[in-house]
């Protein structure tokens, strides 16, 4: 007999740079880059739901589903309705509901790969809230396949079960990608100035940015170091033409702060968070430069059940 109730904490992640790399298979789509996952994340609690709690999804007129929150507010990810429709916990067709709990202090649709992190997060607990005898690995690509499936992310599901520095070097999901990553730890900042929508991005024309990005993961490859990450972070940036206003502005700001300063070497200056309109530091080049960042840390465990 499970517990029907379980929670799951799944780390943000900060793309650095990416290629977009479709493919038929969800499986076998996904993205080819590098970035950072971070302490601050998300935490989802899955339980069955009491009858009262039954609501109605949308595009689903007629199942009851269970209550569905995001930091309290009633609110959807698509990602994660489909993981539980695969997990066949949705509406179990037993007159029970679940309950979805999503918790985070990250901001939604600003590059931290919160849809993604809800999906494999609702994964996690719903297989064990409700026992479905599933591995890491088919949660984690039944994740990614939603994710993909949505057009919301492509690489941060690998990524974040995986925690680290992640240097995604085959698209896909476990057993057909490949990861990679750079052994280090750091403090983090970011400030976010708004969304950038990724399903618009990734629905145009990705081809010059996907050059950019498989130059900036060759020059990873050959130096997998911090400094080299957030320095072809910005030349990926740029080069793909993704940079906006208020980033480039932050990026220079630290890039003059740390000058000014003579810093040492343990800030990489600035980055873009791929995909929103976020800058990412690593070290304190965002509070030395006279920002307010968040700040937070290298998570190093990468996915997790909790207890809750
Ligand atoms: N308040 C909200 N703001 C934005 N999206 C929301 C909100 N509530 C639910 N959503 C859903 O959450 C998902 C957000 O996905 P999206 O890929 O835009 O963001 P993300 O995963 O946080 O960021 P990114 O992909 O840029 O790293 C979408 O499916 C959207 O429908
Ligand atoms: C496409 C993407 C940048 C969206 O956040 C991310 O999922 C990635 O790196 O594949």
Do not use: W
Not at 17 to 25: G, K, L, N, Q, V
Not at 207 to 236: I, K, Q, V, W, Y
Not at 263 to 284: C, N
């Amino acid at each position: 007999m499970s517990r029907q109730r379980a929670t799951a904490f799944v780390p943000g992640h900060v793309t650095a740079f990416f290629s977009a790399h479709p493919a038929e298979r969800p499986a076998a789509a996904g993205s080819r880059g590098a970035g950072v996952t971070l302490t601050d994340g998300v935490t989802v609690r899955v339980s069955a739901a009491d009858e009262a709690g039954a609501s109605v999804a949308p595009g689903q007129p007629t199942e009851p589903v269970g209550p569905r929150t995001i930091d309290g507010e009633p609110g959807t990810i698509g990602a994660v309705e489909d993981v539980l429709a695969e997990l066949g916990v949705r509406g179990a067709g037993d007159g029970r509901t679940i309950e979805v709990a999503v918790e985070t202090d990250l901001p939604i649709g600003a590059g931290f790969g919160v849809s993604g992190a809800a999906a494999l997060g609702a994964a996690l607990a719903a297989n064990a809230a409700f026992d479905r005898g599933r591995s890491e690995n088919e949660l984690v690509r039944i994740a990614h396949e939603s994710e993909v499936g949505r057009g919301t992310g492509l690489g941060d599901v690998v990524a974040q079960a995986r925690g680290g520095v992640p240097i995604r070097l085959e698209p896909g999901a476990p057993g057909v990608g490949d990861l990679d990553g750079i052994p280090a730890t750091a403090r983090v900042e970011y400030v976010t100035f708004g969304e950038l929508s990724t399903e618009e991005v990734l629905g145009g024309d990705t081809a010059a940015l996907s050059a950019a990005g498989e130059d900036a993961l060759a020059r990873l490859r050959e130096d997998p170091r911090l400094p080299t990450l957030m320095d072809a972070a910005r030349g990926f940036a740029r080069d793909a033409d993704l940079l906006v206003p208020e980033v480039a502005e932050a990026i220079a700001a630290v890039e003059k702060s740390g000058d000014d300063s003579g810093s040492d070497g343990d800030d990489h200056g600035a980055a873009m968070a791929m995909l929103g309109r976020t800058v990412f530091a690593l070290g304190t080049g965002l509070s030395d430069a006279g920002y307010d960042p968040e700040v937070c840390r290298i998570d190093a465990a990468g996915a997790r059940l909790v207890e809750r």
